[in-house]
């Protein structure tokens, strides 16, 4: 079983890649972390894309297809895979589909969770979180038990992330808007596409995303 998560900044993508890889097995495979993992392997790919970063120039499509190629190989056997970060253009959907045609294997589903944009400047501009443990907090919807004390540690300082204000959190989702939401219609004429409502709670979005799974 192969996935792919699609959602703007603070949909919860993350968390539910999480549970996805301990229910099912799958492998997930963000990115990001591919590429730190290339460059500070040394790898030709690696020094490829450094050079490039350095310069700061996007990655072009061909060599995130070919780490992603690479970490397919790498992972044959496991239970399927989760993309995080990629695709983000019809190109590079494109692109991924042949790729993975090459190796006899499909995009089973791709899964679009939904919130709504207010909804999500209010749940990301919420955040904040222990500066000792780095436990996480919310302002509405996760407060620790006693005010100014970290439930977990007793510590008494926090943090927030800086790009975590509501002027910066929308300017992330413009360019999600803009960058990334072009490539649903791709996969919905695939009938590849399926939409979860991401405002729900934790449990119940991870429940609509097994009835997709499990009715395969």
Request: charged share 25%; glycine share 12%.
């Amino acid at each position: 079983m192969n996935l792919i998560l699609v959602g703007p900044p603070g949909a919860g993508k993350g968390t539910q890649a999480q549970r996805l890889v301990d229910t099912y097995g799958l492998v997930q495979l963000s990115t990001g972390d591919m590429l730190r993992s290339e460059v500070s392997s040394g790898s030709a790919l690696g020094v490829r894309a450094k050079k490039i970063m350095d310069d700061g120039q996007l990655v072009p499509d061909d060599l995130m297809i070919a780490m992603i190629s690479r970490q397919i190989d790498a992972k044959k056997g496991s239970g399927g895979i989760i993309l995080d970060g990629f695709p983000r253009t019809t190109g590079q959907a494109e692109a991924l589909d042949v790729m993975l045609g090459a190796r006899g294997i499909k995009m089973d589903h791709v899964i679009q969770l939904e919130v709504d944009e207010d909804a999500i400047v209010a749940r990301l501009s919420g955040r904040f979180a222990c500066s000792s443990c780095g436990t996480g907090y919310h302002d509405t919807y996760a407060k620790p038990e006693v005010e100014g004390v970290c439930d977990k540690c007793g510590a008494t300082e926090f943090s927030r992330r800086s790009d975590d204000n509501a002027e910066t959190v929308r300017s992330r989702l413009a360019a999600y808007n803009e960058q990334t939401a072009p490539i649903l219609p791709y996969y919905e004429e695939k009938g590849s596409l399926k939409r979860v409502n991401g405002l729900g709670g934790m449990e119940i979005v991870f429940g609509e995303i097994k009835e997709i799974i499990e009715g395969e």
